[in-house]
């Protein structure tokens, strides 16, 4: 069955520094999306990307927050200086539109840890 | 915009008992629901999701949910739960409207544990 793969599934980073993670939609699907939750919270949605460009983003998504595809494969997530609040575990979805709605596929996650 | 409420933070049940969980929700244009499920240090799982039709809907591992619009509910029920199924269950929803860019809204969740 097809996967969304998340690369690293654990990172730790100093206050400050910036952070890329990685994630590898399903093949032919077109819409990504990132969500991350906070330790012992619910799942918020951070922002959606279908055709090269932002679809939908929350209040969370502000400035320090960046999503890219830089090829065909790869979606990533850049949070330019972390702060504390930042560490949370960070989901990448994607999903197919097929004249309806559908589920999401996630992944596993990234958990960051900010330091 | 649209909200979730998932009541029940923690839901203890006997190994082979029935389980109802919870979830409720309010939105100003009709929606879509999901459950998903997290099993510990994984990721989040589709169990089954409403889109139209019947009301009542079947998903993997044996549970269903029925979606009530005059109670803007749609619990999820399973009639024999086994130690698996601890995990954490999370409602969702989302608006319907053209695309499929429109992110979901979660509930808090409901942490369910099976004791033997």
């Known amino acids: 069955e097809p996967e969304v793969t998340q690369t690293p599934s654990h990172q730790v980073t100093q206050m400050g520094q910036e952070v890329i993670l990685r994630c590898v939609p399903i093949?032919?699907?077109?819409?990504f999306y990132w969500y991350r939750q906070i330790l012992g919270q619910k799942v918020e949605f951070l922002v959606s990307f279908y055709n090269n460009e932002i679809s939908e983003k929350s209040e969370i998504f502000d400035d320090q927050f960046s999503v890219e595809r830089p090829d065909g494969s790869n979606f990533t997530l850049k949070i330019r200086s972390t702060k504390l609040e930042d560490s949370a575990m960070y989901f990448c979805?994607?999903?197919?539109?097929?004249?309806?709605?559908?589920?999401?596929?996630f992944g596993s996650g990234t958990r960051l840890t900010v330091v | 915009a649209q909200s979730v409420t998932q009541l029940d933070s923690q839901v203890p049940v006997f190994e082979e008992a029935p389980v109802e969980l919870r979830c409720n929700y309010s939105s100003s244009v009709s929606v879509y629901l999901f459950w998903y499920v997290q099993y510990p240090n994984q990721g989040l799982q589709l169990l089954l999701k409403?889109?139209?039709?019947?009301?009542l809907v079947k998903g993997i591992n044996g549970f269903e949910a029925e979606f009530n619009k005059s109670q803007t509910s749609f619990h999820l029920r399973k009639p024999s739960v086994h130690i698996s199924d601890t995990a954490e269950y999370f409602c969702a929803v989302r608006v319907r409207s053209g695309g499929g860019a429109d992110g979901l809204t979660f509930g808090k969740g409901t942490h369910l544990i099976i004791q033997p």
């Open positions: 409403y889109l139209s039709g019947s009301t």
């Open positions: 093949s032919n699907h077109l819409y």
């Open positions: 979805a994607s999903s197919n539109r097929q004249g309806s709605a559908s589920g999401y596929t």
